[in-house]
């Protein structure tokens, strides 16, 4: 299991992070580097493409350049000069009617110098080809243009169609936390059987399982829409914030580690951290800790209650309509 950064929350993006500090992002990148994290997720549409473009910057910083230097002047032969540094960078392309390549060619020159790993296909959409969409990031795969093809959002149902058409999938990325779980054993289950690895993302539910946002009006970008705070489901909510509370008080640490600690019991094979600043990230990677089957147990119980009360009312994480 391999823990990347998200860098979604890096600069405002459709109504979420509202009054984040770009600046302070940089800094999470950078601190996120020093503390050995080598896998970064992104999207092409974060940020309006902020996203993209503040990584690269960032980790250029840690970089030098992969080709030789030519001098002004003649000197003694310059030899190539190797990256001092690598790391797997992943994004995501929206369903459109523009070709893959086109929308590839705008991340990779925002991404520049480093190469994508996997190209995810963000989110599915009623009426959209998938199949061909994703047999054009194939090619892009055999072209060597991306490491891997990857679907993120995809309700498990069509992933299985996909699968089934014959198209090639090899990571799927969905939330993972106490937060949501639908269809998690089963999603473990079909993507162990078809090779196909997972990225978990937002294993502290956008930081709502922090212990900090109890009602809607304790937040002021668009996590307050969020469906745990609906009628139906606010209860079950505080509940679960409640055994949350109770557990890191017993192992005198905090709600945020006790439910990242959650998620990584459920073994993806890669681990999103969000951090919208330096304390966060260090308190996210700083150590981890070793729940009881019990208290896994109670969890896992809690969060089922969540999920079958949201069932009444969404079908995915953000109550996207397909």
Not at 277 to 305: C, I, M, P, R
Request: glycine fraction near 6%; hydrophobic fraction near 35%; include cysteine.
């Amino acid at each position: 299991m391999e823990f990347y950064l998200g860098t979604w929350q890096v600069s405002p993006s459709d109504g979420f992070w509202t009054d984040q500090d770009i600046s302070e992002s940089e800094k999470v990148i950078s601190q996120a580097v020093r503390m050995g994290i080598r896998g970064f997720d992104t999207a092409h549409s974060y940020g309006k493409g902020r996203s993209e473009q503040t990584l690269a910057k960032v980790l250029r910083r840690f970089s030098t350049p992969a080709t030789p230097i030519t001098p002004t002047k003649p000197t003694t032969p310059t030899k190539p000069i190797t990256p001092i540094k690598t790391f797997q960078i992943d994004t995501k392309v929206m369903p459109s009617t523009k070709s893959v390549q086109e929308i590839l060619d705008v991340s990779r020159s925002r991404l520049s110098p480093y190469g994508i790993d996997c190209l995810y296909l963000h989110w599915p959409r009623s009426g959209f080809d998938h199949a061909a969409f994703l047999r054009q990031m194939e090619d892009l795969k055999a072209q060597g243009l991306i490491g891997k093809v990857g679907i993120c959002n995809m309700p498990l149902g069509d992933l299985k169609g996909v699968v089934a058409s014959g198209i090639s999938v090899d990571r799927i990325q969905i939330p993972i936390s106490l937060l949501w779980t639908r269809d998690l054993a089963e999603t473990r289950a079909f993507c162990g059987e078809n090779n196909i690895q997972i990225a978990a993302y937002s294993p502290t539910g956008m930081g709502l399982l922090s212990g900090k946002y109890k009602e809607s009006a304790d937040l002021h970008d668009s996590r307050a829409g969020m469906f745990c705070f609906k009628d139906s489901c606010h209860r079950q909510y505080l509940e679960l914030l409640e055994l949350l509370k109770e557990i890191s008080e017993a192992h005198k640490t905090s709600c945020t580690k006790v439910a990242l600690a959650w998620t990584a019991s459920q073994e993806p094979d890669i681990i999103l951290i969000g951090a919208r600043n330096t304390a966060q990230l260090k308190q996210n990677l700083s150590g981890s800790v070793s729940l009881t089957e019990t208290e896994l147990s109670d969890l896992s119980a809690a969060a089922q209650k969540l999920d079958e009360k949201s069932r009444k009312i969404c079908s995915n994480f953000f109550s996207y309509d397909f």
